[in-house]
């Protein structure tokens, strides 16, 4: 039936070209014009077509305007395979933080390397899209969000620290249920240097925020100076006890005012979105699981660039504030 419209289709603009030139060879090239606005140019091809298939009506039937040459991708096929082995196993990493992993992979092999906008066009080009169904947070920009009164909060606390100090720490802790099992992430990120750790506990306690604070701060490269977090009773107890203990200053926010968290607050976002969503089927094999959890860890802070950080890895922008700075 398709075919059969698109022949009548067809046919129907093969008539109206004949008749186009019927009334051009009646009338000439100036009332032809007025009428159906072809010129004589266009009208000559027509009779030509007529005239060269001996008056068959098929001759007027439009061609297609594909070219018969296109171009070919002279993209070689291993950066093409390295393109979707990375979004794979990071669906949300995208062109800019991709380039620079390509560059080092095509520099070691030889390669050419290509365009953020060429990286861009392979990804859409070839449906490289693998992240699973999460959740779906709200645009900022949208007029629900703009009319919200509830958002207009503002806090007196001037953060973040002065700019370029490092080992200002900001801390947090997600809760997440999946086949009715509760998780919990606890989180800390660098607000300048943006190195980060989390790690799976299955108890929210200071106590495990503790433990949390001696790994973390084992695995930190710099001196800790200020740790801040929320009011949660897990970030009293034992783990306050060690901050002091440490002379560590424990700054808390003010309550049901996330905005003071703004750089823990995106990372957890990054976290879900990069890891947890797309490890969710493995998340009850804890030894798998936090296997992959450091694996991703380590990309994060030494692979993974941060346009905050003016395209740098965490580990890339501290090194350079220590060697210049002299920061321990």
């Not at 439009?62 to 993209?75: A, C, G, L, Q």
């Not at 802790?173 to 300048?192: L, M, Q």
């Not at 925020?209 to 100076?225: N, W």
């Not at 493995?282 to 660039?305: E, V």
């Amino acid at each position: 039936m398709v075919a059969s419209l698109r022949r009548f289709l067809e046919n129907e603009v093969a008539q109206q070209r004949l008749k186009i030139i019927k009334f051009y060879e009646k009338y000439g090239e100036e009332a032809t014009k007025e009428a159906f606005g072809v010129d004589r140019k266009l009208i000559s091809k027509w009779r030509k077509r007529l005239k060269e298939n001996g008056g068959r009506l098929e001759a007027l039937v439009p061609h297609s305007t594909r070219p018969k040459r296109t171009r070919k991708s002279e993209i070689p096929f291993d950066i093409i395979d390295f393109i979707r082995k990375l979004r794979e196993r990071y669906p949300r990493l995208g062109k800019e933080k991709i380039k620079p992993l390509l560059d080092e992979y095509c520099k070691d092999r030889g390669l050419k390397t290509v365009s953020e906008a060429t990286i861009g066009n392979i990804i859409k080009r070839h449906n490289f899209f693998f992240q699973k169904s999460g959740r779906i947070y709200h645009d900022p920009n949208s007029k629900w969000a703009k009319n919200s009164k509830d958002r207009q909060k503002r806090t007196k606390v001037k953060y973040p620290p002065r700019h370029g100090e490092l080992g200002h720490i900001v801390s947090d802790t997600v809760e997440r249920i999946t086949d009715g099992i509760k998780d919990y992430f606890y989180s800390a990120i660098d607000a300048t240097g943006k190195f980060a750790l989390t790690l799976n506990y299955k108890r929210l306690n200071s106590r495990n925020m503790k433990d949390f604070y001696e790994r973390f701060k084992s695995v930190y490269p710099c001196e800790i100076k200020v740790w801040q977090s929320d009011n949660g009773s897990e970030n009293l107890g034992e783990f306050d006890k060690v901050l002091k203990k440490d002379g560590i200053p424990h700054l808390f926010s003010y309550p049901r005012c996330p905005k003071i968290n703004a750089h823990i607050e995106r990372y957890n976002r990054t976290i879900q979105e990069e890891f947890i969503d797309n490890h969710v089927d493995i998340i009850h094999d804890k030894r798998l699981f936090h296997q992959q959890l450091a694996d991703y860890l380590i990309f994060y802070n030494t692979k993974r660039i941060h346009k905050s950080l003016n395209k740098k890895t965490p580990i890339q922008f501290i090194i350079e504030k220590a060697y210049y700075k002299g920061v321990s």
